[in-house]
């Protein structure tokens, strides 16, 4: 099955610094990539997503890559703000084994100081 | 308002008594599924259900059950909790498949003693 990697495990910077956050998929028929983000007390928030036939995708801060040849994709945080803190998690899925199963990361604390 | 709402939002029980986690979405749905969520390991899918009646198996389904009778309504099922399932329980919906955008419930904190 698929496995996903995701560095680091906390990620702390100065407001308005740049934030990036990796991860590594191992099944090569995955093909959708999304990113959520989890505020303290609540359930997971899509914030940007990719598919495999795209390289790079932008919504004004954030901002994802993905290359497909060496399975890894990354989330771009710019000019982070102080209500960027929360726990980030990629995942990958894809039609391997005729399912679509999401496979999670483990996540990634970004603190953003004022 | 577009959601998906859990309960309870917190319990806590003893070993061995059943219990159930409700789960419901007012988008029209397809796909459900449950996760729970432990310290250093992520998100990890328990089961999940493509349609009405049909359901599988995640990474962990072992200790749970579920049903799917009505597209809006998902419970989750534990017949005997055991400690080991003392975690962050969360229920998602999405249009079809996984492999589109999911909507998290806000979750359910169990405790089991």
Same mark, same amino acid.
């Given at each position: 099955?698929? !496995?996903?990697?995701?560095?680091?495990?906390?990620? *702390?910077?100065?407001?308005?610094?740049?934030?990036?956050?990796?991860?590594? #998929?191992?099944?090569?028929?995955?093909?959708y990539? %999304?990113?959520?983000?989890?505020?303290?007390?609540?359930?997971? &928030?899509? @914030? @940007?997503? @990719?598919? *495999?036939?795209?390289?790079?995708?932008?919504?004004?801060?954030?901002?994802?890559?993905?290359?497909?040849?060496?399975?890894?994709?990354?989330?771009?945080?710019?000019?982070?703000?102080?209500?960027?803190?929360?726990? #980030? =998690?990629?995942?990958?899925s894809?039609a391997?084994?005729?399912s679509y199963?999401?496979? =999670?990361?483990?996540?990634?604390?970004?603190?953003?100081?004022? | 308002?577009?959601?998906?709402?859990?309960? %309870?939002?917190?319990? @806590?029980?003893?070993?061995?008594?059943?219990?159930?986690?409700?789960?419901?979405?007012?988008m029209n749905h397809e796909y459900m599924s449950?996760?729970? &969520?432990?310290?250093?390991?992520?998100?990890?899918?328990?089961?999940y259900s493509m349609n009405?009646?049909v359901?599988?198996?995640?990474?962990? %389904?072992?200790?749970?059950?579920? *049903?799917?009778?009505?597209k809006? !309504?998902?419970?989750?099922?534990?017949?005997? %909790? *055991?400690?080991? &399932?003392?975690?962050?329980?969360?229920?998602?919906s999405s249009l079809w498949t996984g492999d589109n955008e999911q =909507? =998290?419930?806000?979750?359910?904190?169990?405790?089991?003693?």
């Amino acid at each position: 099955g698929e !496995n996903v990697e995701q560095h680091p495990s906390t990620l *702390s910077v100065q407001e308005g610094d740049s934030a990036v956050i990796k991860c590594t #998929y191992s099944d090569s028929a995955s093909n959708y990539f %999304p990113w959520y983000k989890q505020e303290l007390g609540k359930g997971p &928030q899509l @914030i @940007i997503d @990719i598919r *495999s036939n795209v390289g790079e995708k932008k919504d004004q801060r954030i901002a994802v890559t993905l290359n497909k040849t060496a399975k890894h994709f990354s989330l771009h945080i710019t000019e982070t703000q102080p209500e960027d803190s929360a726990v #980030y =998690f990629c995942a990958a899925s894809g039609a391997s084994g005729g399912s679509y199963i999401p496979t =999670f990361g483990r996540g990634t604390s970004l603190i953003v100081h004022p | 308002e577009a959601q998906v709402t859990q309960n %309870p939002r917190y319990l @806590i029980t003893v070993t061995g008594k059943k219990l159930t986690v409700t789960c419901s979405q007012n988008m029209n749905h397809e796909y459900m599924s449950w996760y729970r &969520q432990d310290p250093g390991l992520g998100l990890r899918q328990i089961y999940y259900s493509m349609n009405v009646e049909v359901t599988d198996k995640g990474d962990v %389904p072992e200790g749970y059950k579920v *049903s799917r009778k009505e597209k809006r !309504n998902f419970p989750l099922i534990l017949e005997s %909790p *055991s400690p080991n &399932q003392t975690s962050l329980y969360f229920c998602a919906s999405s249009l079809w498949t996984g492999d589109n955008e999911q =909507f =998290f419930g806000p979750g359910t904190r169990l405790t089991v003693l």
